[in-house]
């Protein structure tokens, strides 16, 4: 009594220090348990939480076969194998086996200490005072994550990782030994380094194995024969934007479960590879798909490669703020369905317009009359968008979007929102885009994503009206799409919209259909142009294959009519009854340059004395073709668009000149600063 007394008192006096078992290495999983990436702990040692339900019972079974017999049955220290040792080392005059247990060994890799006969003592007493404390399983735990494995690896489950490329879950006879012999000399016995000695400890344990009956003869000289591999494998690298942002985002948890299905992820990375190759060097892509039901994020990917310098890899373009470009003009059209301001049948007028002191033009420079809202935001004209605009008010629909909890930046923090809303004058990310679109998949409701189980279930808020969603929804399906392919070839109608903003910097695809809402981005880190790409020829052809990859080959495609209610207009919106904005129709035959706008200013990057800076010279109506001169010098003649790009030779005062087949003329004077 007075023994188990003392071990009481000594057991509350110096309680074991386990720490070292605390510092884990954190892990990002996918909804399945895969890992996605690992993150060394604060020792940096790779030391994953190991639970013996995770590892192959035959490594356990051999492990203790090898090192600790009675491990169930004794009670931290195995008394009859001390005395063992010490007859043996009697007899022969030097150590034949040891008589640490498990427990011991725990109790060592806790608290480093020097191999003493006072450590020992130690290491004996807390291995009573562990048994004490745990049960065998948690014990056990215990040695599966801290037990050495060469280098800074620690535990089963990063050793099975390292050496062999997978979790302990399934290990064959050769790999199962190979781990009982490592942690005996993890230095000198290191595969990668020193693959025969490897293969020498781990052929001693199977012949132990052999002589105790636990594996045959024949298996344990046939796994001795099985090759050693020399190296060490590289750590599962997937979603490691995700994992870094939820790293931080829950500090406390040693695994971090997500959502992402690793098919999927791999799929839509491999897309997201395949479309970088093609693009301009320093260019990047991003893509993310969320489930509509639940708005859980299956794929993550923010850029095409984290460790591409030249393209900025690291940095996470799911997060990033970018111009929408026209990807906004959905929730305008919505907004004024929603409030009775306009109908999918409603007619606009596309003729050039000036709304105060903003005169919008389309992408494509011409007017093309009245036109339906369906049409126009099919189309996605710009001049009908602002004028919806015009009529929702634009503070109103940023409100409407900060109902939601969707802040964008403003271009003047302090500023109002003004009509370039529409045109994408805004900054938003690729995250909040897609949420917004997933609500239109929801007939209205919006949901915040949700990248983990550890977060909050998503609750619903409107947004929309049903009825608005709807039409929206039915409109997005006949966007026309990307060229060779079409509507019929969907996996699954998908609806969409592209957007590419000012410049060229930007190119956006939002979409979705009954599943899934996929949203891609593909620009330039330091926004710089790209000329020729756009949102529709750039970012929608992804944006299909990924719903392609997506959507099962025999799955068949669901088809989804329009709403009567869209078919026909009520009387009182036939037609949109302007609010009595000031607005100005402007000559639509005028024949202008839209961009840059005469007696601007603008700023622009410098190499040296030399602009750094490529940007469009964008012409509105009059007849093909085109010729542009610069301070009287020709840069292109002959042009059948209504954009061309231009590269300033330098910074000061330019004066462009256009003409066109009729020989109408318009000018634009501007002065190009450093930014």
């Known amino acids: 009594m007075m023994f188990i007394g003392t071990l009481v008192i000594l057991d509350r006096l110096y309680p074991p220090d386990l720490r070292r078992y605390n510092d884990l290495s954190r892990t990002v999983v996918a909804a399945d348990g895969t890992i996605l990436r690992m993150f060394t702990s604060a020792d940096e040692k790779w030391r994953l939480p190991t639970r013996t339900e995770e590892v192959d019972p035959r490594y356990i079974a051999f492990l203790l076969a090898y090192e600790d017999k009675r491990f169930w049955s004794h009670r931290g220290v195995d008394f009859q194998a001390i005395f063992r040792a010490i007859g043996q080392w009697m007899s022969s005059g030097r150590i034949v086996s040891g008589a640490s247990t498990i427990t011991m060994q725990v109790a060592r890799l806790l608290e480093r200490r020097p191999r003493t006969f006072l450590s020992k003592s130690i290491e004996m007493f807390r291995a009573v005072q562990l048994e004490m404390q745990f049960a065998k399983s948690d014990i056990l735990s215990m040695y599966l994550t801290l037990a050495p494995f060469g280098g800074n690896l620690e535990g089963v489950k990063a050793a099975s990782l390292a050496y062999f490329g997978k979790l302990p879950r399934r290990l064959t006879v050769a790999e199962a030994a190979l781990l009982v012999a490592l942690p005996q000399s993890p230095t000198a016995n290191r595969p990668d380094r020193h693959g025969k000695m490897a293969a020498a400890a781990r052929a001693r344990v199977l012949k132990r194995l052999a002589l105790v009956g636990v594996v045959s003869p024949e298996i344990a000289t046939e796994a001795s024969t099985v090759p050693v591999e020399g190296r060490r494998r590289a750590f599962p690298f997937r979603a490691p934007h995700l994992a870094r942002r939820l790293l931080s985002s829950f500090p406390n948890e040693a695994v971090i479960r997500t959502h992402v299905v690793p098919e999927y992820q791999a799929a839509v990375a491999g897309i997201v590879s395949a479309a970088i190759r093609s693009a301009n060097q320093g260019n990047n892509v991003a893509a993310i798909v969320v489930d509509n039901k639940t708005a859980n994020v299956l794929v993550y990917v923010a850029s095409s490669d984290f460790f591409n310098t030249s393209r900025a890899g690291q940095v996470d373009y799911v997060q990033a703020v970018r111009s929408p470009g026209s990807a906004l003009k959905p929730f305008i059209y919505a907004m004024a369905f929603d409030e ?40 996605s004209l710009n001049i009908p968008a602002v004028a919806l605009l015009h009529e929702v008010g634009p503070r109103r629909f940023l409100s409407r979007l900060q109902g939601i909890g969707i802040n964008p930046k403003l271009r003047i923090p302090e500023g109002s929102p003004g009509l370039a809303l529409a045109l994408g004058g805004i900054g938003v990310s690729l995250e909040q885009l897609v949420s917004m679109y997933g609500s239109v998949a929801r007939d209205g409701s919006f949901k915040v994503l949700s990248y983990s189980g550890s977060q909050d279930p998503a609750t619903s808020v409107p947004f929309f009206g049903q009825r608005a969603s709807m039409a929206v929804a039915a409109i997005l399906r006949e966007t026309p799409r990307p060229r060779g392919r079409y509507i019929k070839e969907d996996r699954g109608q998908v609806a969409f919209k592209t957007g590419t903003s000012s410049g060229y910097r930007d190119a956006l695809a939002l979409g979705f259909n009954d599943t899934y809402t996929v949203g891609v981005w593909l620009g330039d880190p330091k926004a710089k142009p790209m000329p020729g790409k756009t949102g529709a020829n750039s970012a929608a052809p992804i944006l299909l294959r990924i719903f392609d990859a997506l959507t099962p080959p025999n799955e068949r495609r669901t088809v989804v009519d329009a709403p009567a209610f869209l078919r026909r207009a009520p009387e009182n919106l036939k037609t949109l009854q302007p609010g009595g904005g000031s607005d100005e129709v402007i000559n639509s035959t005028g024949f202008s340059i839209a961009f840059p706008v005469d007696g601007s200013r603008i700023p622009l990057r410098q190499k040296g004395r030399r602009s750094a800076t490529v940007f469009p010279i964008k012409m509105i109506d009059g007849q093909r073709p085109f010729s542009v001169f610069v301070n009287g010098i020709p840069i292109k003649v002959g042009n059948l668009t209504r954009s061309v790009v231009w590269t300033p030779g330098s910074l000061g005062f330019y004066s462009i000149v256009a003409v066109d087949r009729m020989g109408n003329v318009a000018a634009s004077n501007v002065e190009l600063s450093v930014r």
């Open 340 to 379: 009775g301001i306009a109908h999918p049948e409603t007619i606009l007028s596309d003729r050039v317009r000036r709304f105060g002191g903003y005169r919008p033009a389309n992408f494509d420079g011409l007017s093309h009359g009245l036109v339906s809202a369906r049409h126009a935001l099919q189309k």
